[in-house]
């Protein structure tokens, strides 16, 4: 017995001398990273700042357009996810605003890649101010590092539509590898522009973080302001929101991690869904072009479900891969209940749903819930509309 119990006190210590001894190489080999990883730190904010708050107005309970079963189901299954948020508008006035334990309408919730979607609006803006020529345009009229090799024939339209054919790293246990420099690096710009092309642009759909990142850095050389400035003056100051905030690399480049971390509001996000209802419109004022809000929603060659990073329900798939490289997927359960379901998808479930055939828009914030039923949110909304002749009168 005594040589059992020696035999696992060695076997623990070598665990322990294994831990210590690869955190020490990683330490030397980078420091900032090392120290990031650990602590889950992404880094420094810089804000965003809003405008005049627009106030979208919400239905009395008496008068709801969707049923109190429908609503009451919602939030269970919230409450099932861990969410921290669940917003449902209908009707032109928000149905339900409910908050979980620890959260309120002041709270940010890390948000995932539900940026990119918002990058989506900003690039048309740019388009339309004339920063941008058009979608066809080359990257690298803007990225000149991509000019003298095969990613010159990559265009915007193909990093909007995630058919670049660029290459990105993946998760992996090496935690000095791209991926890990991509998310906690204090300097994302060089991972993300140094990535080779693997396949010929427009040739194949590979949802990845590196596309959104690049473009993010188009929108900064291409109007000469940084990328949170920008983002303030031509979409949040209209939007009628309150101030929100991009994760930077570091207080030294100060590069904004694109492909994900913009915190805001449950309501924040309420109101770029609304920009898909209203054809880009905020309390009557036109924030994005409401051609280039069309277009968003217009499918890939490639993915009939993905426009300009936005996802779209066209076909139903019970188990959606993000890319050719990843194992994690997300599971539906039953096709959606309207055919014109457009959706903002942030890792771990979260979401802002817009049907636009049923003026509808569902938002959901939270922790990480993978497995999270893609399909339950819009449909039990969707069923739950009421018709006029149930509705209460007003």
Not at 75 to 89: C, K, R, T, W
Not at 108 to 131: D, N, R, W
Not at 270 to 297: C, F, K, S, T, Y
Request: include cysteine; hydrophobic fraction near 45%; charged fraction near 20%.
């Amino acid at each position: 017995m005594k040589f059992i119990f020696k035999t696992i006190k060695r076997v623990l210590l070598g665990i322990v001398i294994l831990i210590v001894g690869g955190l020490a190489v990683m330490f030397i080999a980078n420091p900032v990273l090392t120290l990031r990883i650990l602590t889950m730190d992404l880094g420094p904010e810089e804000q965003v700042a809003g405008g005049q708050i627009i106030v979208v107005p919400a239905a009395a309970t008496e008068g709801r357009s969707i049923s109190d079963t429908a609503l009451t189901a919602a939030i269970a299954f919230g409450e099932q996810n861990d969410s921290h948020a669940l917003i449902v508008y209908h009707d032109r006035a928000i149905q339900l605003e409910h908050y979980y334990p620890g959260h309120d309408g002041d709270s940010f919730t890390p948000t995932q890649s539900m940026h990119k979607s918002v990058l989506a609006m900003l690039i048309g803006i740019a388009i339309e101010q004339g920063y941008i020529a058009s979608v066809d345009e080359p990257a690298a009229t803007y990225l000149v590092e991509w000019a003298d090799d095969e990613r010159a024939k990559i265009t915007i339209k193909h990093m909007l539509q995630q058919n670049s054919g660029i290459d990105f790293p993946t998760f992996g246990f090496n935690p000095l590898s791209g991926f890990f420099r991509l998310i906690f690096g204090p300097d994302v710009k060089p991972v993300a522009l140094n990535q080779p092309i693997e396949v010929e642009p427009g040739s194949r759909f590979d949802y990845n973080s590196v596309n959104p990142q690049n473009l993010g850095l188009i929108v900064e050389r291409a109007t000469g302001k940084r990328y949170a400035q920008y983002l303030s003056e031509a979409l949040w100051q209209r939007l009628g929101v309150p101030d929100a905030a991009v994760v930077l690399d570091s207080e030294e480049h100060r590069m904004a991690r694109i492909f994900c971390c913009l915190n805001a509001t449950a309501r924040t996000w309420l109101h770029l869904g609304l920009l898909h209802l209203d054809e880009g419109r905020m309390a009557g004022q036109q924030v994005v072009p409401a051609d280039w809000m069309r277009q968003i929603v217009n499918p890939g060659e490639h993915n009939p479900n993905y426009g300009y990073l936005t996802w779209l329900g066209n076909e139903f798939e019970e188990f959606r891969y993000y890319n050719r490289k990843t194992t994690v997927r997300v599971f539906q359960s039953e096709p959606f209940a309207a055919p014109d379901v457009i959706y903002f998808d942030g890792f771990g479930g979260q979401r802002v749903y817009i049907v636009p055939s049923r003026g509808l828009v569902i938002v959901r914030t939270g922790a990480l819930a993978p497995d999270m039923d893609e399909a339950f949110l819009p449909n039990v909304m969707i069923r739950g509309i009421l018709s006029d002749s149930m509705r209460p009168s007003r």
